[in-house]
Antibody
Framework: EVQLVQSGAEVKKPGESLKISCKGS????????IGWVRQMPGKDLQWMGI????????RYSPSFQGQVTISADKSISTAYLQWSSLKASDTAIYYC????????????WGKGTTVTVSS | QSVLTQPPSVSGAPGQRVTISCTGS?????????VHWYQHLPGTAPKLLIY???DRPSGVPDRFSGSKSGTSASLAITGLQAEDEADYYC???????????FGGGTKLTVL
């Protein structure tokens, strides 16, 4: 079964760093892109960026460029989303999703990681 | 404000047909980029419903259909069921933003 398993919920303080993960299984991890999507409380879905684990080619939404870092470790079939200094406005659910390419649909989704940033 | 515009809400009675529109521009839908649709129930992962304007992944009932014309796309749901109550999002690619864009989402209420 193809699946993406995301790391658990996080509660952090403003200014702290964080790295959440998304582990793929049931398919060849290096031949599909992994995208990240944010959903702030009560809001719509926002595409953050995407990475190709095969060669770490990474694209960012202009809205998120410089705000987060997307990376991947193909040896353990895991993609990451990280922040160096969290803000309260980073409070959201973050989903990873598999895609055949930057222009394509996302056919398999993780269940989401809830990140709460509060002092 | 989302690049792709969807109505905030639609509603229909069980058994009825509803449509959800997704209006874009010449840099996304109008440029020929595919439109995809997702169903999202709060607290769960979004589910791919329609890809490439009108194709359904295996397991998605044929009550769901998609179409595209010009700079817009539509999702139609026939034979509405209570379990269809969810948020629906369209998605495409925008060449000006050089990235994936989502619609603002439409909440479907089954009366």
């Amino acid at each position: 079964e193809v699946q993406l398993v995301q790391s658990g919920a996080e509660v952090k303080k403003p200014g702290e760093s964080l790295k959440i993960s998304c582990k793929g299984s049931g398919y060849r991890f290096t031949t599909y892109w992994i995208g990240w999507v944010r959903q702030m409380p009560g809001k719509d879905l926002q595409w953050m960026g995407i990475i190709y684990p095969g060669d770490s080619d990474t694209r960012y939404s202009p809205s998120f460029q410089g705000q987060v870092t997307i990376s991947a470790d193909k040896s353990i079939s895991t993609a990451y989303l990280q922040w160096s200094s969290l803000k309260a406005s980073d409070t959201a659910i973050y989903y990873c999703a598999r895609s055949a390419g930057v222009y394509y649909y996302m056919d398999v989704w993780g269940k989401g990681t809830t990140v709460t940033v509060s002092s | 404000q989302s690049v792709l515009t969807q109505p905030p809400s639609v509603s229909g009675a069980p058994g009825q047909r509803v449509t959800i529109s997704c209006t874009g521009s010449s840099s996304n839908i109008g440029a020929g980029f595919d439109v995809h649709w997702y169903q999202h129930l709060p607290g769960t992962a979004p589910k791919l419903l329609i890809y490439g304007h009108s194709d359904r992944p295996s397991g998605v009932p044929d009550r769901f259909s998609g179409s595209k014309s010009g700079t817009s796309a539509s999702l139609a749901i026939t034979g509405l069921q209570a379990e269809d109550e969810a948020d629906y999002y369209c998605q495409s690619y925008d060449s000006s933003l050089t990235g994936v864009v989502f619609g603002g989402g439409t909440k479907l209420t089954v009366l």
